[in-house]
Every structure is written in C-alpha cells, then in structure tokens.
Nanobody, 123 residues
Framework: QVQLVESGGGLVQAGGSLRLSCAAS????????VAWFRQAPGKERDFVAR????????FYADSVKGRFTISGDSAQNMVYLQMNSVKAEDAGVYYC????????????????WGQGTQVTVSS
C-alpha cells in the first residue's frame, strides 16, 4: 500500500506562484510513477504532470507546459508541483497519485490517490 498526502494548496493571484507537495509513505516507491491531476467543479479529473520516482522522465499536459514543474526528492519521499504564471483555469482540486505504470495519463491508470488540495485563483 502507498499513502499519499497533498499540501500547499490555497489562494493564489492570477500570474502568481504556488508550490504543491505530495508526501508518500508505505512501500518503496522506487519503481513508481507519481502524477498530479486536477479537477475543477463539474469537470473530469485531468492529467497535469508525471515523473518517475527517481525524478526522471517528467512529462506535462500541454496546458501547463512551460509554467509548471514537477520534481521529486526520493530521499524525503516527496514530490512537488511548482506552479508559476498561474491562470484562472488552473483552479481546482489537485490530486497526487501513484502507479507502477510508466506513462500514466488517465486517472484510471493510477492505483493510489491522495485526498486532494484545493487551489483557488483570484483575478
């Protein structure tokens, strides 16, 4: 079992920055991919970014490419999502998720989920 706990959400002004954190515990995550998804009210849960636990192979949704950075600290069992130049459409609940699959893109590809952290964007 893998336990994931997100933190760092909150209110951010459009154009500002926010860093989300995902703390992982449980079994070793060396062979896992960790991803961030987000869900706006009334919408589906969408892929944002993923990275191998080693920190290799970061991959981003087109909507956040160049603005968000996913990174990991395997020694601390943490994965981060640095959000820069935040836009109104970035608002939603952000979820951290993990899987042994290499290239997850859909929520159904992920096996373990955190409880989510809310990101609100003000204009």
């Amino acid at each position: 079992q893998v336990q994931l706990v997100e933190s760092g959400g909150g209110l951010v002004q459009a154009g500002g920055s926010l860093r989300l954190s995902c703390a992982a515990s449980g079994r070793t995550l060396r062979t896992y991919t960790v991803a961030w998804f987000r869900q706006a009210p009334g919408k589906e849960r969408d892929f944002v970014a993923r990275v191998r636990w080693s920190g290799s192979s970061p991959f981003y949704a087109d909507s956040v490419k160049g603005r968000f950075t996913i990174s990991g600290d395997s020694a601390q069992n943490m994965v981060y999502l640095q959000m820069n130049s935040v836009k109104a459409e970035d608002a939603g609940v952000y979820y951290c998720a993990a899987t042994t699959r290499y290239f997850p893109l859909r929520q159904y590809d992920l096996d373990y989920w955190g409880q989510g952290t809310q990101v609100t964007v003000s204009s």
